[in-house]
């Protein structure tokens, strides 16, 4: 068991990515890919009922990087490492520091679907999980219905582990079953 989790790093990196936790300033570029893909983000994510004003994203961009520094949270910015672009957004999020075990989320600017970068990002964050933060158990969860966010689970090997029934309204009101994928240390 951790008494205390192990440091955070500044950034990770994978073959095309750069995902490193948000700062000051983020607002803007994560607001101009959160409207591109507004349409995907509102029928999958909670948090976009919504199209956030670039002061509500700077806000967001603010509490994650202050959550990152007091180690309460790992939120994560995708940048592709040729261009310098903000392409995505995931992060590590801790549930029980004692087990430790945490939740993966994600989401991928419109233009940049389909290109695995997502797959490749939650494999580096389940690398790191595992052998830097010593999780004992990670989740993936998602709409039953969100069939691409269901493969990016199952390609990184998370195996489905329940059938949450009416688990969540989603943003139109309608309730949702919620997909729950689980990683165990090999
Ligand atoms: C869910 C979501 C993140 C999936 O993004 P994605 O781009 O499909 O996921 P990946 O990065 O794994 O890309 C997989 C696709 O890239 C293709 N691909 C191309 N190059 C690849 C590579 N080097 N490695 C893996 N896949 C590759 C795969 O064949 C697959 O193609 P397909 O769409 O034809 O099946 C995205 O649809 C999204 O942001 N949706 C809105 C928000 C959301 O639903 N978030 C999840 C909430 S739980």
Redesign the pocket.
């Known amino acids: 068991m951790l008494s205390t989790p192990p440091p955070f790093p500044p950034q990770l990196e994978t073959a095309r990515l750069i995902l490193r936790p948000p700062q000051p300033g983020d607002g803007q570029a994560i607001n101009d890919a959160v409207r591109e893909?507004f349409a995907?983000?509102t029928q999958?994510?909670p948090w976009a009922k919504t199209m956030p004003t670039v002061d509500d994203t700077e806000n967001f961009a603010r509490d994650g990087w202050s959550r990152y520094h007091a180690q309460e949270d790992y939120p994560l910015l995708l940048y592709d490492k040729e261009t310098g672009i903000f392409v995505?957004a995931s992060g590590l999020h801790p549930h029980d520091w004692r087990v430790p075990k945490f939740e993966i989320?994600?989401?991928?600017r419109a233009s940049r679907?389909?290109?695995?970068?997502?797959?490749?990002a939650v494999n580096e964050i389940t690398r790191f999980a595992f052998e830097a933060q010593g999780a004992q158990r990670l989740i993936i969860?998602?709409?039953s219905r969100?069939v691409?966010?269901a493969?990016?689970a199952e390609?990184a090997g998370y195996v489905l582990e329940a059938r949450l029934h009416n688990d969540l309204r989603d943003n139109t009101g309608a309730l949702r079953d919620t997909l729950q994928y689980v990683r165990f240390p090999d």
């Open positions: 893909t995907a983000l999958w994510m995505g989320g994600y989401w991928i679907e389909g290109q695995g970068l997502v797959t490749e969860r998602c709409d969100n691409r966010s493969a990016v390609r």
